[in-house]
């Protein structure tokens, strides 16, 4: 008997949507039904659901929430409206997807988080570092002892956000109301993996930058981190400078590891070994709320922890001066 | 008409000697030559000599420095002691070229820098690093704009200081009466490049961390700079952990640079080209030391950029807590 299928409603149809949720959304057509979507703007949501084969497009999100043929939705909004519309898919009786980070400061999401425990229905947040396999990989071998003691970490999310990026032009990142501009919106993808690798850090001494003016409020961040195991670590966040490399280094007493969003490299004794992810981490984590939803399965992960990841990389911002 | 060569000695015949020197003075014998040296054990001197074809073995510093036929000496003892026999050396007459750091600490640094400055023999600190050719390219990308706005630097010395490196026999490292151990000592060198493509930072905040009892008083530091251009940084030593990669990378708006022993690598619009050094920079260092002391030509790296370098990382070991 083929399984029961998650019935999805899509409310924003943004760069996200587009780029990231689509080409998962194919694949796990035996999995989840894309039943509806709303925008607010109509025409954006009309385009949106020609290009995905989306049937019905609503004209708001009350709308779509109140459909009685949906088992959750999926919100991918301005970071700092999300909160609101994640409390009112909750009410309405609808499991939720929302998008990182949880809220657009630790205060809101602590507020949220409060509200939300009121309901009944699931709440994964949309945190897809958390579901990739190459991070569950180097998860179990620092746990393994595989690079023997634990050193160092080192952050480098270095990136020029200019017009040539999709996400530049978003109305509500070039003139955010969340904290910490694009070092929080993409520096909670990597807190997330330093969190779950090494907890949160016991020290954070920080410096900013805002070099660039069209990347309000800050574009660079550097730190110092100690972690509670005694690990110490560097944290870079710079969005006004092209780079290509892994996104985080970590260095034991007998091998290093880097990660990328495809996959993990090995060092060890002079030798160098790739692994290449293994599934997309957008499939994986839709994958994984149609079984949180459809099946009753326990979230991989929590709203709790997608706060701390907030709250790590929100604490490099504001420990400036 | 051949050019006068220098006269030189030798006080201290350890791993720098060896590894470092021997090579430079081979390809230098135009311009140098090796007239005695002196060591506190006297047979390590004797094999020394043979090795490098010096005739004469001293049986202490003071019978050395006595020597009517020297120019110049060249002092590389245990860090705790270079400076009494700096002064001894400048006393007697004798042009010095003494190794790095300059002092033990930045007090003893200033105190030597105080007494030396009634000599009027040349002095040298021996940082090779001022000599290499491709950070003098480095120097002159940044100062014209070739990286474009100048947003980032990142220092990683990650190296494991373990029994297969020949410094980590020497017994003063493995108990030493200089600031930092090993983060100081090998730190001066990328602390040089920092200082002179830079400036002093004006913000230090750092994290240290003695993972490896073997190594005293610590091996790991970790720090958030910032430097009087605005520009941020990472600092980042490790003697307990195995890395190959550049020590030294700089990312400005347009291009990126990584900095490694061999030469620079300029990373732009995904393209990326080499550029190896040009010259030993022991061989250059010993080179100008002979201009100077020959032919009266102003040092290329003063005593006072030394005390910098020093206090630059010394202040990264001290800022812990």
Redesign the interface.
């Known amino acids: 008997m083929p399984r029961k299928r998650l019935r999805l409603g899509l409310l924003g149809t943004g760069v996200a949507a587009r780029q990231l949720y689509l080409p998962a959304f194919r694949r796990l057509r035996h999995r989840i039904e894309l039943v509806a979507c709303a925008s607010r703007r109509r025409a954006k949501a009309l385009a949106y659901a020609r290009e995905a084969g989306i049937p019905d497009v609503e004209s708001c999100a009350e709308a779509l929430f109140e459909r009685q043929d949906l088992d959750a939705v999926l919100i991918s909004l301005p970071i700092d409206r999300q909160p609101e519309y994640v409390l009112a898919a909750l009410a309405a009786g609808k499991a939720v997807l929302s998008e990182k980070p949880i809220a657009p400061s630790v205060a809101a999401g602590k507020r949220l988080l409060a509200a939300a425990r009121r309901h009944r229905r699931p709440w994964l947040v949309g945190e897809n570092f958390a579901f990739m396999p190459h991070v569950h990989r180097l998860e179990q071998w620092l746990r393994t002892g595989r690079l023997g ?1 634990l ?2 970490v ?1 952050v ?1 999310q ?1 990136t ?1 956000m200019d017009r040539n990026n999709p996400y530049f032009g978003t109305g509500w990142r070039r003139e955010p109301k969340h904290v910490g501009g694009f070092v929080v919106d993409g520096g909670v993808h990597v807190a997330e993996v330093v969190r779950r690798c090494f907890g949160m850090p016991t ?1 954070v ?5 805002a ?2 003016p069209a990347l309000p409020p800050l574009d ?7 972690f509670p195991s ?1 690990v ?5 966040s ?1 969005y ?5 490399g892994p996104m985080l280094r970590v ?6 590891v880097e990660l990328d969003w495809g996959g993990v490299t090995l ?1 060890e ?2 030798r160098s070994k790739r692994y290449p992810t293994e599934r997309d981490s957008f499939e994986a984590q839709f994958d994984h709320f149609a079984d949180v939803v459809l099946d009753e399965r326990p979230l991989k992960y929590t709203p709790e922890e997608a706060l701390d990841a907030l709250a790590l990389v929100q604490r490099i911002v504001e420990a400036r001066g």
Request: net charge positive; charged share 15%; with cysteine.
């Open positions: 003691a050193r160092l080192q480098a270095i020029l020290r001494k920080a410096l900013t930058a070099f660039d660079t961040a550097v730190a110092a981190l100690k005694g110490l670590g560097t944290w870079t710079c006004s400078a092209p780079c290509t260095f034991g007493s007998h091998a290093s060092h004794k002079g």
